[in-house]
């Protein structure tokens, strides 16, 4: 396979899993979003953010677990009363003294329209890496779209704060379910854009839900730099993917001028690119014709981290230092080439100056479609000690 492909390859692998959950086989979306993800103004209307719309069973839940996809009620940056979608996850058994302890799931990018929602997937379960072995141990899973994916679009990509807010109102609807409605003690995890969703949940969580307990963030191979990752991997059939993902969301999310930073000639095949969800192998060929003609005209400026909307757009979205004490877990494979090492090294050092206790699982030779899955065990592991309230291990 040509070195563009083998870069494609791995980018797509780590936005088809988080923890390592990949897609099995021919996988693919359940039948396009229909009525259960459309709300009315009056329905989101209806109660605070966090509290359910409306939830049916989803089946083939592993370790015996109740599935539930849900309908929730959140808000956007601005603070407008949305609808976001997501799957509840209940242990089997009985629920402990206090209820189940929570981790929230923070997906890798699926896509960037409705029917791409996690939610939809036929293999959801398969791409959470790790979810058998939470259910066995106790915990309950909450797993978020986002805002615009199953719900009407436009998603806003890698917007940090709008993933938070619906992470976090996730959690919060959960506690609907028997056995978690004394539940306030979670944990959030998250892979590449999960990852960025881990650590902005971090940032707010304390300001957006006093009444939640965050013990821990785990992240790997996080989106923290957005202007490194969006400028340095342009030679790469991935980076343009990505680059192209995000220009055409934010201009829809934030009305910034696509026009000012793409070629005319380019907009066919970034309309395209967006149009088409992440669902498995096949996506990777797919993805890679269509994405074919950037190669050769994509971008009308060297840099758009340096063009205003867009620089202050990419500030706006970088992870930033989380409230001191918060414990943090970050993987990271030394062979990735989308979300350098040099990259999460430093942020980690970002983290240890403004107090956080942070470990870092650096992983020879994983790539970053595999960093999910390879530091999954670990990211368990330590979940577990954060919710037994141990001291947090600091490399710092």
């Known amino acids: 396979m040509p070195v563009v492909a083998n870069r494609l390859a791995a980018w797509l692998a780590c ?9 099995v086989g021919a996988a693919g979306q359940a039948s396009a979003q229909g009525a259960f993800y459309r709300a009315t103004a009056a329905e989101i209307a209806g109660g605070p953010p966090g509290s359910l719309i409306r939830e049916e069973l989803r089946f083939g839940a592993p370790a015996g677990a109740t599935a539930h996809k849900v309908l929730y009620r959140s808000t956007d940056p601005d603070g407008k009363p949305i609808a976001v979608s997501g799957i509840v996850i209940v242990p089997a058994g009985s629920p402990p003294q206090g209820g189940w302890p929570i981790v929230a799931w923070a997906h890798p990018t699926s896509g960037i329209v409705p029917r791409c929602a996690p939610s939809l997937a036929i293999f959801l379960f398969q791409q959470i890496a790790g979810s058998r072995e939470l259910l066995q ?3 309950a899973i909450a797993a978020t779209d986002y805002p615009g994916l199953g719900t009407p679009g436009p998603h806003p990509y890698l917007v940090g704060d709008s993933e938070a807010r619906a992470v976090i109102d996730s959690v919060r609807v959960a506690r609907s379910f028997p056995g978690l409605e004394n ?3 979670f944990a959030v995890g998250g892979h590449s854009q999960g990852g960025q969703a881990a650590l902005f949940t ?5 300001s957006y839900a006093a009444e939640l307990q965050l ?3 785990a992240a790997a191979a996080p ?6 990752l969006m400028t340095e991997d342009l030679d790469t059939t991935g980076g343009r993917n990505l680059t192209a993902m995000t220009l055409w969301s934010w201009a829809k999310v934030y009305g910034a001028p696509i026009d000012s930073v793409v070629a005319p000639a380019a907009m066919p095949t970034v309309d395209r690119l967006a149009e088409r969800c992440i669902e498995g192998p096949l996506d990777i060929f797919i993805r890679e014709k269509i994405s074919g003609p950037l190669a050769q005209k994509f971008l009308t ?3 758009p981290a340096t063009i205003e909307p867009w620089q202050s757009l990419l500030e706006r979205n970088s992870a930033r230092e989380l409230p001191p004490q918060l ?9 990735d080439g989308l979300v350098k090492p040099a990259v999460t090294e430093a942020y980690m050092r970002r983290l240890c100056r403004a107090g956080s206790p942070v470990r870092l699982l650096l992983m020879p030779g994983v790539s970053h479609g595999f960093a999910g899955r390879d530091g999954a065990s670990a990211a368990i592991d330590w979940i577990g000690e954060r919710f037994a309230g141990r001291p947090a291990p600091n490399g710092c």
Not at 15 to 23: D, E, I, N, R
Not at 223 to 228: E, I, M
Request: glycine share 18%; net charge positive.
């Open 223 to 228: 989106a923290t730099d957005l202007a490194t």
């Open 327 to 335: 414990p943090v877990f970050l993987a990271q494979g030394t062979s």
């Open 202 to 206: 971090g940032m707010i969580a304390k």
């Open 137 to 139: 141990r106790g915990y």
């Open 15 to 23: 936005v088809a899993s988080l923890a390592g959950g990949m897609l």
């Open 301 to 303: 400026v060297g840099n």
């Open 183 to 185: 539940s306030s003690r």
């Open 215 to 217: 013990v821990g963030v």
